[in-house]
């Protein structure tokens, strides 16, 4: 495919496009054309109908930009292989995983160096992050079952006379 500059007035939304663009998500985009510009390319098919890049280019317009980096198929808009890959390009990129941690850390030093703007992710919410890996998340339990779990929990102890450490709990369980 040959990337080509189109004019954003002549590219329209697919018609079938199932996915929206809050306010939220339109602002981070700005930023980020802000800063990087076009870091991708918007896929048209042939009727400059867009097949990815929807919101990127909601975003562009909101900037005032004129213009857009654009792959352009071969194929309509409404054949089928073009509705395919519509769908393929909103749904495949959810099927990630993420490392939580690694998320935390990487934006960590990002919000220390660059700030957050054009992550989408915004101080509360690295901060509610990182709280959600540094403390391991246990299911609630009633008081009961609270009690087997203490029971469960090393106790560490370390002798006043010769310093060695010990868990309490597993040397009353062999005594």
Not at 5 to 14: F, I, S, V, W
Not at 42 to 68: F, P, Y
Not at 164 to 170: I, L, P, Q, S, V
Request: aromatic share 4%; hydrophobic share 40%; net charge negative.
């Amino acid at each position: 495919m040959k990337v080509v500059d189109l004019p954003l007035a002549e590219l329209t939304p697919h018609p079938r496009n199932y996915r929206s663009h809050g306010d939220r998500q339109l602002a981070e985009l700005q930023a980020s054309l802000r800063q990087y510009g076009w870091a991708r390319n918007v896929v048209v098919a042939s009727d400059k109908v867009i097949l990815a890049g929807h919101g990127i280019v909601e975003a562009a317009r909101l900037n005032g930009l004129k213009m857009a980096p654009c792959e352009v198929l071969k194929i309509p808009s409404t054949d089928p292989k073009a509705e395919k890959f519509l769908a393929l390009e909103n749904t495949v990129s959810r099927l990630a995983e993420d490392d939580d941690t690694q998320l935390a850390a990487l934006l960590a030093d990002v919000q220390r160096t660059e700030g957050l703007e054009g992550t989408g992710y915004s101080d509360a919410e690295l901060d509610a992050l990182i709280a959600s890996v540094a403390v391991p998340q246990f299911p609630p339990t009633s008081a009961d079952e609270q009690g087997r779990l203490d029971e469960l929990a090393p106790m560490p102890v370390t002798c006043p006379e010769c310093g060695h450490e010990f868990d309490a709990r597993k040397a009353n369980a062999a005594s």
